[in-house]
Structures are given as C-alpha cells and as structure tokens.
C-alpha cells in the first residue's frame, strides 16, 4: 500500500484560516461506510442524525499553548520552542527551530521569567529541554498559560481573536500540541439539544502529541511508525461503551482521536479502562471492533488521518467524497468543515 495512494489535490483557497461563528455552523457532510451515498447539511443538523441511546465519545483533552519563543543569550535571533510533552517535572521534549543551532547545554531565555537548557537530542532531532523559572515557585503549567501561544498548524497563517477558539468547549485536561478539531463544531446549546435526546456523550483523553507534525515520509504506509500519545479511559466510560455495544447500540467517535483511543484500548471486542501510550497507527485493512461511527474533518493528502477515514469506510469513497468537498466549496483541515461517516442502517 503506497503513500501516494492517499494523495489528491487541493488549492490553498479551500484551507480554512479561521473557525466559523457560530462553531455549529460548519458544513455536515454525511457520508455511507457501505455506498457512496453523500448529502449536505449544516453540522447543526448532526442532532438529526444521532439516535436516543447512541453513545457519543468526545476527547476532553485541553491544548496546551505551547509554542514558546526566546532567544539565546546576547542573540537578537528568534527561537521558537513547541512543547510536546514532559518526560519528568522539568524536562520536555520540543520541537525546535532552527534547530541545528540548539546543541546540548544551549540556553533559551523567555522573557523575564523562564530559562530552558537543551540536555538532549533525540534521532529524530527533537530536543529535550529543561526549565527554570527564575525567582518564584509557580507552576510551571501556569507560566507556559501566561506567555506561551497556541500552536496552530503551519498552514494556519492568521492569527485567533481569542486563545479558546482552538478548544472545544468540553475541554478539561490540559495536555495536548493540538486540538481534537473534530470537536470544535459542538456548542454547549447544541450538546444539551443531544442530551436531551438520549445521547449518552462520554469524554474520554487523547493527549494529542508530535504524530499531529509529522507527515509520512516512507513510500510505503506498513513502514511509517506513528509517535507515541497518552490515553485514558475512566472505568465509568468504559461500562457505558460496553453496555452499549452489549445492547446493540451505535458508538461515534468524534474526531480521529477518539477514535485511536476506543480501539487501542479495545481487547477481543470489548473496552477496557485505564490509560497507555498509543502508537496505533490505523490504515485500510484495520480490524475496528469499538466504533461504528465517526465524525471528522477534512484532512491532508498523505496523511495518517486520511488513512484512518479510507479504513473506517474505504479509499475509493473518501476521496470521492473529498472531490465532492471541492464541488460544493468545503473548507479544509483544521478549522474546516466536518465528514460524518456512518452505516446505511
């Protein structure tokens, strides 16, 4: 199976820069996992779509603002410094640039408040930094809030009004590089209107990690090796999952990483609890045994996202599904519109 094979072309014109106000008023494009059956709404209507007793799982992982920019000592040079995850109370791995400067024991200096020195590199050039705070014991969380920005997508040129608009509003568990996009369509009003229905929504973690900022680069798919996340699932999240798959009920995941944590934690059918790194890397041939649907966005070409839709339905249908995204002028990627991808039943 041939990277290339997940390739389509898209003019820079449909990149969404911003996110739609109000959130659920994104475009719905609901798509059959079994024909190539397509209709168009507003995400909004996503509420006639969902069906008393359906279990929706949301990720209520929080994005962390994670890029950082210093300078070295006497150098008017920039450095910007992405936070990807702690290694221990002081230590992070990062994601550098320009990199090729920062050897071991360089120092950043950001602001008047933060020093990192650089006490590792990694084989795939990652740096890890550890930080002081300089003259106080605050938490350390607590200054990444205060001077650090969210680290939007490089194909995000403009920049948010507001920091909460790359959140979802059922955010909880600070942690990640990036957001859970798929979740950015849901208001508050709207989740109360699927409560009200009888859709049980179960939050469960994805601390989104370096896999969202690396792009395959192997020809073939069998090959790439996805970074490794942490996941967490509650033993209250996973009764309610497997009562409902017991019960014959639907599970839908929104968003991709949703999804890789139902089924990296899935054994022989069933959910279990607790939490794990995950390296699952889902393509076409993958076994799901937890979700039967799945609501996403539009994603990169070659990309590892745009794998996991192409197996949870097929490759020939997503990327029709894509084209028609171009037809009816679909905003793409991260702040874009939404796919949801069900059964025909």
Avoid at 34 to 58: C, M
Avoid at 91 to 99: D, S
Avoid at 135 to 157: A, H, N, R, S
């Amino acid at each position: 199976m041939k990277t290339s094979d997940f390739n389509y072309d898209l003019d820079e014109s449909f990149i969404a820069q911003h996110p739609i106000s109000p959130r659920d008023h994104a475009k719905l494009m609901l798509v059959s996992r079994n024909s190539k059956e397509i209709q168009h709404k507003i995400f909004y209507d996503i509420l006639d779509e969902l069906r008393p007793g359906d279990v929706l799982v949301v990720n209520d992982t929080r994005v962390r603002p994670a890029r950082l920019y210093g300078h070295r000592k006497g150098k008017e040079e920039e450095i910007e410094v992405l936070l990807l995850k702690p290694l221990n109370a002081k230590v992070w791995e990062c994601l550098v640039k320009p990199g090729k400067k920062m050897k071991l024991g360089t120092e950043i200096y950001f602001q008047d408040i933060l020093k990192g020195t650089v006490v590792g590199i990694t084989e795939d050039g990652s740096r890890h930094i550890s930080f002081e705070i300089k003259g106080t014991e605050q938490d350390i969380e607590k200054v990444f809030e205060e001077i650090g920005q969210m680290p939007l997508p490089p194909y995000i040129k403009e920049k948010l009004d507001r920091q909460e608009e790359y959140q979802t509003v059922y955010s909880k568990y600070i942690g990640s590089a990036a957001a859970p996009t798929a979740g950015l369509h849901f208001t508050q009003d709207l989740l109360k209107k699927i409560g009200e229905k009888g859709v049980k929504i179960v939050p469960i973690t994805l601390h989104v990690g370096l896999g969202t900022f690396r792009p395959v680069s192997v020809d073939n798919v069998e090959n790439h090796h996805m970074h490794s996340e942490l996941c967490l699932v509650s033993d209250q999240a996973a009764e309610e999952i497997n009562k409902a798959k017991a019960e014959g009920r639907r599970v839908i995941a929104v968003g991709t990483t949703s999804m890789r944590t139902l089924e990296s934690m899935a054994e022989d059918g069933k959910l279990t609890s607790g939490h794990k790194w995950t390296d699952i890397f889902i393509y076409p041939g993958f076994n799901f045994q937890i979700v039967d649907g799945l609501i996403t966005n539009f994603h990169l070409p070659q990309s590892t996202l745009l794998m996991l839709v192409s197996a949870f339905s097929s490759k020939e249908i997503i990327l029709h599904a894509y084209e028609e995204a171009k037809k009816n002028n679909y905003r793409f990627f991260s702040f874009g519109d939404a796919m949801f991808i069900r059964k025909d039943d």
